[in-house]
């Protein structure tokens, strides 16, 4: 069974950082390319970041510099970096593989607010 469990969301100031995790499970974790989503309200769902099995990376233009995704073969887990946050950051993150899975987990909400 396939499990996306995102944790790690919450509000945040403008300039501030969080730190996104993702454990799959039920999944070819060790060769998929993993990846984080956004959606914004009354938007539609966008690529945020991946991450390949052997570390190669790509981020979305809007986050380039500011957002690092990495991944921990032992846990299972991909986790996002955010730093920097700006107030067009605020939407529920989820992890899914590139390209995505149709199940998705619940996301986490992520509110950049002052």
């Known amino acids: 069974q396939v499990q996306l469990v995102e944790s790690g969301g919450g509000l945040v100031q403008p300039g501030g950082s969080l730190r996104l995790s993702c454990a799959a499970s039920?999944?070819?974790?060790?060769?998929?390319?993993m990846a984080w989503y956004r959606q914004a309200p009354g938007k539609q769902r966008e690529l945020v970041a991946s991450?390949?099995?052997?570390?190669?990376?790509i981020y979305a233009d809007s986050v380039k510099g500011r957002f690092t995704i990495s991944r921990d073969f032992v846990k299972n887990t991909v986790y996002l970096q955010m730093d920097s946050l700006k107030l067009e950051d605020t939407a529920v993150y989820y992890c899914?593989?590139?390209?995505?899975?149709?199940?998705w987990g619940k996301g986490t909400l992520v509110t950049v607010s002052s």
């Open positions: 899914n593989t590139q390209p995505p899975m149709p199940f």
């Open positions: 991450i390949s099995s052997g570390g190669l990376t």
């Open positions: 039920g999944i070819s974790f060790s060769i998929n390319r």
